[in-house]
């Protein structure tokens, strides 16, 4: 089959595009014929050699996909060749096929394309956990979504919304990506550099600030959360795109009940795959009756991967970016 590898850690310009084995399913898993791959800055930070759940080169990026189902390994029941699903990796998604435990993969319904199936699973489950699992979000509650334009945020913001936030304030990096995180469902957006975020978000709130602060940047992001995350509040630490660990004080956390709390969905997808399926199947069945819809901001072949990777690492992309074997 064709196949994206990682050859050797390195810019976008490692990606190669070759000819590799099949693989082939073990006992519990699953072998999915990709028609649509999706791009997650973890396949950059894998690129580079900074993913914690990473394999080391060679191999193949990629973990989300959609397609139908070409062979089942031994044990696996419930599941059919031929289903049309969304799955879940470890990695080796950019390929024309993949092989994937079948508690990762969810038969897609009716309504739901195999693209969306692609896009769906770390965005759409991570957006789900870091509010309703992580960040415990209550009916009426401020939330503050970081990089609210990218994959996982305009996934959040629509969600913050259906979960029941009062007040859903964005920040993104530039001003051009403003308009997609308000379309995405942000009452407010804050364009990071442009406007000091803690001011606008105590501005925005009457000086309560945001009871749930989603941070994927790290760095002094993080670290300047504690200016405006309000008392009782949570701030889901679930990302280092900025490539710097932001710092907590515990001086900041116990005389205001405020907590800060880690999110992987690569770790549960490694360790707990089975706690993952109330938020899978409550994202499913939002995206089924259109209550929810991924944003798709690029669609790259497969042996454009370099493209698509550059693009994303460009700070520049919208939403999620789809690859087509
Ligand atoms: N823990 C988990 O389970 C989990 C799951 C999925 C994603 N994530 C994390 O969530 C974040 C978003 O992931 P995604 O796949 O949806 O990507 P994305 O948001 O579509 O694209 C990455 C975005 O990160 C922002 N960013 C901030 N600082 C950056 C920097 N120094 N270099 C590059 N980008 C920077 C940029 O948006 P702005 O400039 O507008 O901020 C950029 O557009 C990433 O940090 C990712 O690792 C974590």
Not at 50 to 65: C, E, F, M, S, W
Not at 158 to 164: C, E, F, K, N, V
Not at 186 to 209: F, K, M, Q, S, Y
């Amino acid at each position: 089959m064709k196949a994206i590898v990682v050859p050797r850690y390195g810019g976008p310009e490692v990606l190669s595009y070759e000819d590799v084995a099949d693989p082939v399913p073990g006992e519990g898993e699953v072998l999915v014929r990709v028609e649509a791959a999706s791009l997650n800055f973890a396949d950059v930070l894998l690129r580079v050699g900074r993913y914690h759940q990473g394999a080391d080169p060679p191999t193949i990026p990629g973990l989300d996909v959609g397609g139908t189902i070409g062979a089942l390994g031994p044990g696996v029941s419930g599941l059919q060749v031929g289903q049309r699903v969304a799955a879940g990796l470890g990695g080796g998604g950019y390929a024309e096929l993949a092989v994937a435990r079948a508690s990762l993969v969810w038969p897609l319904p009716d309504t739901v394309s195999t693209e969306t199936g692609a896009a769906f699973p770390i965005a759409g489950i991570t957006a789900y956990n870091i509010l309703a699992l992580a960040g415990r979000l209550a009916p009426g509650e401020t939330v503050v979504v970081h990089s609210a334009a990218g994959g996982v945020g305009t996934t959040a913001s629509q969600l913050a919304r259906l979960l029941g936030a009062g007040l859903v304030i964005g920040t993104v990096g530039t001003a051009a990506k403003a308009q997609a995180a308000r379309e995405a469902g942000c009452h407010e957006v804050i364009v990071r550099g442009e406007e000091d975020v803690a001011v606008r978000v105590n501005e925005l709130t009457a000086g309560a600030g945001a009871d749930v602060i989603l941070d994927s940047i790290a760095g002094p992001t993080l670290t300047g959360g504690f200016d405006y995350l309000a008392p009782f509040g949570r701030l889901v630490a679930f990302g280092i795109s900025s490539g710097e660990p932001g710092q907590a004080l515990s001086s900041q956390l116990h005389p205001l009940n405020r907590a800060v709390v880690g999110y992987s969905s690569g770790h549960y997808r490694r360790y707990r795959p089975d706690a993952l399926r109330p938020a899978a199947e409550a994202v499913l069945g939002l995206l089924a009756d259109g209550r929810l819809r991924l944003v798709v901001g690029a669609r790259f072949p497969l042996a454009e991967a370099a493209h698509a990777h550059a693009l994303i690492e460009s700070r520049a992309s919208i939403g999620k970016i789809l690859l087509a074997p």
